[in-house]
């Protein structure tokens, strides 16, 4: 048998665990500084969940990875963090509102392979339900910008409300029954040309000259001023004042549950062309899960469920990191400091060990006690920056030797004194 992983999928030594969990906490950080806190949901969803017509919408299932269960249950894995959260209401309808969550995990989709995506990424999802205000829109673009100030990396933010595309496609002629379609070929704009979208929507069974009028449409700015969409979409701008937040007529998003304000978060100057950050408000899709679990009724208007959240990609951005921040990927281990004691004081290296991890400080030990050579050996080759060695004579003193891995230098100090040294040490480093 040849040991090999599926398609799409990918292992993590701990140099990239190491730095992506680092991302994970800043995101995570930030998250909980808006006043997000956090929800589990599992990976496994029922077919039903992941397939009705108010979730992500036919071209998103084309993707779907879809299981059976030894009870004949058709089940599939999650291909994002929305449809869970508004099953999650839908089954707790008397949470209180608004109800801001974040969640980070794992998700899955069956489609093409590309630098900065693969079939199994994470996603992490911040999400307002139980709010119509342009503030939450604003609110969540604004934390996209924060969390990437906090990475070091420039961005551009494209916003759009959906129904702009909507009015668009009926001003232009397009039938109602095409419209998803259209706004799917415009979407791709700024990928393939203009040429190829109107090829595309000529595929999908939209006239040349409807396909031409929309997409001149899209690029009249002055014009779609005058819409619906953009009026809900100025207030969103406004609260926001920022130059790296661009109002992009022909944004659509892929999934056809959002229904106003829309965002993609794009690196700049970065050979990951692909999207960073995503999200929008979709005002239906828990309404309709209400609706759907009671048989198709509401019991009351207060039953709508508007709601807006935005999405990180961890895999475009870790790709980002090591295009533009390649040092920040060079940790081969969590460990501070490694405990080499001589091999007659393996009990006092131990005691040693747990004084320094009591006082905060990731620690490890040589138990084969081979040797000072040796342990400095190890040490070197997983890149731990400080060695404690612990020998007769600094025992007797009631102290250790630290040595600082990359300096060479080397103190005696007290057990105690070893934190702070190790500290500020970390501190004055590059």
Not at 36 to 65: C, D, H, M, N, Q
Not at 164 to 192: C, F, N
Not at 247 to 261: E, I
């Amino acid at each position: 048998m040849e040991l090999q992983l599926p398609r799409g999928m990918r292992d993590f030594a701990p140099e990239e665990k190491i730095l992506r969990d680092e991302v994970i906490s800043i995101i995570k950080g930030v998250f909980e500084l808006y006043g997000f806190s956090p929800l589990e949901t599992p990976v496994v969803e029922r077919w039903e969940v992941l397939s009705a017509k108010y979730s992500g919408g036919e071209e998103i299932l084309k993707e779907t990875f879809r299981l059976t269960d030894q009870g004949g249950r058709e089940l599939g894995l999650r291909y994002d963090l929305t449809v869970p959260l508004a099953r999650f209401v839908g089954m707790n309808p008397t949470i209180k509102r608004p109800f801001k969550r974040y969640q980070i995990g794992t998700v899955y989709r069956d489609g093409p392979i590309k630098k900065g995506r693969t079939r199994e990424f994470y996603q992490c999802d911040a999400d307002i339900v139980g709010s119509n205000s342009p503030l939450a829109d604003a609110e969540c673009v604004q934390l996209a910008l924060d969390v990437f100030e906090r990475l070091g990396i420039d961005v551009q933010v494209k916003v759009n409300n959906r129904k702009v595309l909507y009015e668009l496609a009926q001003s232009a002629g397009i039938p109602k029954e095409l419209t998803e379609a259209a706004i799917l070929s415009l979407d791709k704009l700024e990928k393939i040309g203009p040429d190829e979208v109107l090829n595309e929507m000529a595929e999908r069974g939209i006239s040349r000259s409807n396909a031409e009028r929309f997409l001149a449409g899209a690029q009249d700015r002055k014009a779609l001023k005058n819409s619906e969409g953009y009026r809900e979409l100025e207030p969103v701008l406004s609260a926001l004042q920022d130059p790296r937040v661009v109002w992009t007529p022909s944004l659509a998003r892929g999934l056809s549950y959002y229904t106003g304000t829309i965002y993609e978060v794009y690196a700049k100057n970065s050979s990951v062309t692909g999207s960073l950050a995503a999200g929008g408000r979709y005002d239906n899709m828990i309404g309709q899960f209400l609706r759907a679990a009671r048989g198709g009724t509401m019991n009351s208007p207060d039953e709508v469920w508007p709601a807006v959240g935005i999405s990180f990609g961890l895999e475009p951005i870790l790709e980002v990191l090591k295009e533009k921040h390649p040092e920040r990927i060079a940790r081969k281990t969590v460990t501070q400091v490694y405990v080499i004691p001589f091999k007659t004081l393996l009990a006092e290296g131990r005691a040693i060990c747990q004084q320094l991890r009591r006082a905060g400080i990731k620690t490890d030990m040589d138990f084969s006690a081979k040797g000072i050579s040796d342990g400095l050996k190890y040490a070197n080759a997983y890149e731990i920056p400080f060695v404690v060695i612990v020998g007769p004579d600094e025992v007797a003193a009631g102290k250790v030797k630290l040595r600082d891995m990359r300096s060479g230098e080397e103190k005696l100090l007290t057990v105690d004194e070893v934190p702070q040294q190790i500290k500020s040490q970390e501190r004055r480093s590059p």
